[in-house]
């Protein structure tokens, strides 16, 4: 059982346009999938809220308010409008990060171009928002306030190599961190199915035992890690945001 058999994006629905393939793929699935999942249980803890919140209203109140104070301590008073954004993210990334967990699903958040694109996107809407806000006065960034000028020609590379590698950075933590712990869960499983398969059913189950218990436990951590990461990526697009609001400030 090869257990990176998980991660191969497979087409569901061929179609390309102009020799561009565009195929409807597995991973594009569970994207909407995750989107579904978000839009459902909103739609559902706020259609008819209510003074005295039910569960699932509290639980989306809980999440709204953690998300907004996340964004104050990390972005600052001037994130406050970004919330919607920031909120967005947090959400799509933690429910393909725990959607992957189901059997027979799709992490799509394992795959380098996935995370990519969201880590570049967050790349681009903070830089425009610091040129908006700042102007050309926004390539400030590259020489940190107070530094000797003459310290400029090492300063300003280092400051922009930083810069740049913004994306790769966020976009590989999650990447590797899913496919990583997805991978550990694949082999453990595995284990237990040889194990049944070798020594028959009644003996299989017996030393099966532990590889389970094993694969329950990485369940568990699994679960955590995919909270974790999304937390981690809505923490530093936050961060980013305020450098671009606020610069070196």
Same mark, same amino acid.
């Given at each position: 059982m090869?257990?990176?058999?998980?991660?191969?994006?497979?087409?569901i629905?061929?179609?390309?346009?102009?020799?561009?393939?565009?195929?409807?793929?597995?991973?594009?699935?569970?994207m909407?999938?995750?989107?579904?999942?978000?839009f459902g249980?909103?739609?559902?803890?706020?259609r008819?809220?209510?003074?005295?919140?039910?569960r699932?209203?509290?639980?989306?109140?809980?999440?709204?308010?953690?998300v907004?104070?996340?964004?104050?301590?990390?972005a600052?008073?001037?994130?406050r409008?970004?919330?919607?954004?920031?909120?967005?993210?947090?959400?799509?990334?933690?429910?393909?990060?725990?959607?992957?967990?189901?059997?027979?699903s799709?992490?799509?958040?394992?795959?380098?171009?996935?995370?990519? =694109?969201?880590?570049?996107?967050?790349? #681009?809407?903070?830089? $425009?928002?610091?040129? *908006?806000? @700042?102007? &050309?006065a926004?390539?400030?960034?590259?020489f940190?306030?107070?530094?000797?000028?003459?310290?400029?020609?090492?300063?300003?590379?280092?400051?922009?190599?930083?810069?740049? =590698?913004?994306?790769?950075?966020l976009? #590989?933590?999650?990447? $590797?961190?899913m496919? *990583?712990? @997805?991978? &550990?869960?694949?082999?453990?499983?595995?284990?237990s199915?040889?194990?049944?398969e070798?020594?028959?059913?009644?003996?299989?189950l017996?030393?099966?035992?532990g590889p389970? =218990?094993?694969?329950?436990?990485?369940?568990?951590?699994?679960a955590?890690?995919?909270?974790?990461?999304?937390?981690?990526?809505?923490?530093?697009?936050?961060?980013?945001?305020?450098?671009?609001?606020?610069?070196?400030?």
């Amino acid at each position: 059982m090869d257990p990176l058999h998980q991660f191969t994006v497979e087409t569901i629905v061929p179609l390309a346009i102009g020799g561009v393939d565009i195929s409807f793929s597995n991973s594009a699935l569970w994207m909407l999938l995750a989107v579904a999942a978000v839009f459902g249980i909103m739609e559902l803890g706020l259609r008819g809220a209510r003074l005295v919140p039910g569960r699932l209203q509290s639980l989306i109140e809980a999440l709204y308010s953690f998300v907004v104070k996340t964004a104050k301590d990390n972005a600052g008073p001037q994130g406050r409008p970004f919330v919607p954004f920031i909120l967005t993210l947090f959400t799509f990334i933690l429910a393909g990060n725990l959607l992957g967990i189901l059997p027979g699903s799709f992490t799509f958040t394992s795959h380098l171009v996935v995370t990519m =694109a969201l880590a570049m996107l967050v790349f #681009v809407v903070t830089t $425009a928002i610091g040129f *908006a806000r @700042h102007g &050309m006065a926004y390539f400030g960034i590259f020489f940190p306030p107070g530094a000797p000028k003459w310290m400029a020609p090492v300063l300003i590379p280092i400051e922009i190599m930083s810069f740049v =590698a913004r994306p790769i950075g966020l976009a #590989v933590r999650l990447f $590797a961190n899913m496919m *990583a712990g @997805h991978t &550990m869960l694949k082999v453990f499983a595995g284990f237990s199915v040889m194990a049944i398969e070798a020594v028959g059913l009644a003996g299989g189950l017996a030393l099966a035992i532990g590889p389970v =218990a094993v694969n329950v436990a990485l369940t568990g951590f699994e679960a955590l890690v995919a909270v974790l990461q999304a937390y981690v990526f809505m923490v530093l697009t936050c961060l980013y945001l305020r450098d671009a609001l606020e610069m070196h400030h």
